[in-house]
């Protein structure tokens, strides 16, 4: 039991690592609630340590990527015939298969502020909480990160659906 525990601690923090490397900042998180803190970065090597040694302590933590810190937009997708109602490709991006969809993960140089429900479409993006990485039936797909600004036409038709649905007109990118 004690090298099964240890070799899931051994995971996460090469992930962790992995993914700073990328400029992505991780946490650890109780579900999907992150600990007391998880939300202030005020160095990011004593965040990613504070990370290391919670990891270390105890391997019963999810992962979670800190979107606003780390400047990503999150793609979360828990409908996905829903989904492809509205967009048909893939996202060759990082990515984790979540146990009801996906999460894919976008560099976020269009200035994206808020989160946006489209609940009718099976889709949600994010950018200012944790996005779960690593826990009970969540698998990460570790690749290139590609920028939100390529996929300019997607992110527009989200905010479009959005202020349809919600009466709101916010502007594009």
């Not at 400047?71 to 060759?92: G, P, R, V």
């Not at 999460?103 to 976020?108: A, K, L």
Request: negative net charge; hydrophobic residues 35%; contains cysteine.
């Amino acid at each position: 039991m004690e090298s099964i525990t240890q070799s899931l601690k051994d995971e996460k923090i090469k992930i962790v690592k992995d993914l700073f490397e990328l400029g992505i900042l991780t946490t650890v998180a109780n579900g999907k609630q992150g600990l007391e803190g998880w939300n202030v970065v005020d160095n990011k090597e004593e965040y990613i340590a504070r990370t290391i040694a919670l990891l270390k302590e105890s391997s019963k933590y999810n992962l979670a990527i800190n979107l606003q810190a780390s400047n990503l937009i999150a793609l979360d997708i828990d409908d996905e015939e829903k989904f492809k109602q509205l967009y048909k490709s893939s996202f060759d991006t990082l990515a984790c298969k979540t146990p009801r969809g996906f999460h894919f993960y976008f560099i976020n140089d269009i200035g994206l502020n808020s989160n946006i429900s489209l609940q009718k479409f099976g889709v949600e993006v994010h950018t200012n909480h944790l996005s779960n990485i690593f826990g009970e039936g969540y698998e990460l797909y570790i690749r290139e990160l590609k920028k939100a600004s390529e996929f300019t036409t997607f992110f527009n038709t989200i905010l479009e659906l959005h202020d349809t649905l919600h009466s709101k007109k916010q502007e594009k990118f």
